[in-house]
């Protein structure tokens, strides 16, 4: 029998989504197609959203190993996009360092657009090969907020940074009239056989951290927040500093501070006591953090209070674009 419908132009794994602003103002979708393994979930749009909102995940919970995704995306001028995922990204394992399972993902955003990418942690399991690629190209005033991380592995099963190997990498690019421009290139390579120098393995590479993290942030949209993470970094303590003030002391001076202060300090405690280590940095007009926890919920506890403290996620892409960090 011969099918009435037109083939596929599609291959498995690829998706595309294009996001544009309707006439009465609201973003909108004008495009999503996916193949398996690759699944695209768009609920529909609640009262305060301030973005279209797309789930990222896969089929059976997660990637074996062979699979390819291969999703490009599109955000036309003024419109807002934020992806998010329903649970970590599991990557199964490889029975060879051959079998490669990959995930690629690019992007455009135009003049005033916003994309937000707050999603749940790839969770690779022992003996995973797993590569990733995530290229955004963008006009001068468009906005971007990324996050990318990795954990350990299974905690319940006793996985420690077991995998084979884990490639990371991001580039942001701005377009230019006649050439486009990197602004930041950002790859992070984890190698069971290619551990740090001088260490035994790649466990004891990590120094006890369980999570890994980057957050890039670019545009006017996510300017106030870039500037709000350079400042908390900055009033950090140094190495060497130490308050030879008495307890009694610290107590008085903390009673007369503001309400961010004493957020601040309740925060730089839970950063010393659960052993979380962080940094920020404007490279090229973007803002690069780096952390590290010892386990994802306190890397989730940090990175959510951090973007929740300042607000303009919420503010820009609706409370839906955070339900990953919270």
């Not at 998706?15 to 973003?27: H, M, T």
């Not at 004008?30 to 695209?40: A, I, R, S």
């Not at 707050?118 to 190209?137: A, G, R």
């Amino acid at each position: 029998m011969i099918s009435p419908f037109p083939k596929s132009t599609s291959a498995a794994g690829e998706g595309r989504i294009v996001v544009k602003l309707l006439p009465n103002g609201e973003s909108g979708l004008e495009t999503v197609t996916y193949q398996y393994p690759l699944k695209l979930i768009t609920p529909s749009r609640g009262p305060e959203s301030e973005s279209v909102l797309v789930f990222l995940l896969s089929y059976g919970g997660g990637l074996v190993g062979g699979d390819s995704v291969r999703l490009s995306i599109s955000v036309h001028p003024n419109a807002r996009l934020s992806i998010v995922t329903q649970g970590h990204t599991k990557v199964f394992n490889s029975v060879s360092r051959d079998i490669v399972t990959s995930q690629s993902l690019l992007v455009d955003i135009a003049s005033e657009a916003a994309l937000c990418l707050l999603p749940d942690p790839v969770q690779p399991f022992e003996n995973s090969v797993y590569h990733q690629t995530q290229i955004f190209k963008l006009q001068e005033n468009a906005s971007l907020c990324l996050l990318d991380w990795v954990t350990q592995g299974r905690t319940a099963r006793g996985e420690n940074w077991d995998l084979t190997r884990w490639v990371g990498r991001n580039e942001v690019w701005v377009a230019g009239e006649t050439k486009d421009r990197l602004l930041v290139r950002d790859t992070v390579i984890l190698d069971a056989d290619k551990p740090q120098d001088e260490m035994p393995g790649l466990r004891h590479s990590m120094w006890g951290m369980g999570v890994f993290g980057s957050l890039l942030l670019r545009g006017p949209q996510v300017e106030a927040l870039g500037k709000f993470f350079l400042a908390e970094f900055a009033a950090l303590p140094r190495i060497g500093a130490r308050d030879w003030r008495s307890d009694e002391a610290k107590k008085a001076e903390a009673e007369g501070l503001g309400h961010h202060e004493r957020w601040r300090i309740a925060r730089l405690s839970m950063e010393k006591e659960k052993g979380l280590l962080w940094s920020a940095a404007n490279v090229r007009g973007c803002v690069v953090v780096k952390f590290g926890a010892p386990d994802v919920e306190t890397g989730r506890t940090w990175i959510g209070d951090m973007l929740t403290r300042e607000g303009s996620i919420a503010t820009t892409f609706g409370s839906q674009a955070l339900m990953c960090v919270r």
